[in-house]
Every structure is written in C-alpha cells, then in structure tokens.
Nanobody, 125 residues
C-alpha cells in the first residue's frame, strides 16, 4: 500500500505559476509516480511522470515546456512546478503511484493503482 497526499493547489491568474506537491509513503525505488488532472465531465488526463531515483520523466504535449516534475527522495515528495498557466489548466490535480521496474513511466491512468484525493488548481483569465 502507498499513501499519497497532495498539497499546494490554489487560484492564480493566467500567466502565473503554482507548485503542487505529493508526499508518498514508500521508499521503494521500483515505483512510478505521476500527475494527472481532471475536470468535471471529462476523462482523467495524464500530465507528467517520473521514476524516482532514475529521474526519467515524461510529459503530455499540452504541458511540455511549461510544467516540470521533480522529486525529493529524502522527503518522499514529488513536485509539479507549473508556469505560464492557462485557464485550460484548471482542474483537480491527482498524484498517482504504481510499483514498476520500468525505466520510463507512463502517464496513462490505467497503469496506476494508488491515488491521492486531489488538489484543485484554478487559473483565471
């Protein structure tokens, strides 16, 4: 079992920045971590993933160049730094995890079986 707790959501004007964090309860390095987002009535969308320790990352095309995923192994915390935010980035952001020996982690919801409760990010124009 992996417990995940997100923090750091909030409201920001378009063009602004925000950082969300996810604290996870395992020190196992064979794990994939990812951020997803979802708005009402839409499917959950992959944002970015990271393999702790290996530091390989993947990003959705919609956030490349604007969002950065990172991790702090000492504190078991994953971050998503979001810059140049747009109103269409407004969503509930979820942290997810799955035990995996993959070198590179997917950003597909069905590949993850541990989820946080989410943190809301609202970008206004």
């Amino acid at each position: 079992q992996v417990q995940l707790v997100e923090a750091g959501g909030g409201s920001v004007l378009a063009g602004g920045s925000l950082r969300v964090s996810c604290t996870y309860s395992t020190s196992d390095s064979n794990i994939c971590m990812a951020w997803f987002r979802q708005t009402p009535g839409k499917e959950r969308e992959g944002v970015a993933s990271v393999k702790p320790g290996v530091r390989s990352t993947s990003y959705a095309d919609s956030v490349k160049g604007r969002f950065t995923i990172s991790q702090d192994l000492a504190t078991h915390t994953m971050y998503l730094e979001m810059t140049s935010l747009k109103p269409e980035d407004t969503a509930m952001y979820y942290c997810a995890a799955a035990f995996s020996t993959r070198w590179s982690c997917p950003i597909v919801p069905s590949e993850y079986n541990y989820w946080g409760s989410g943190t809301q990010v609202t970008v206004s124009s």
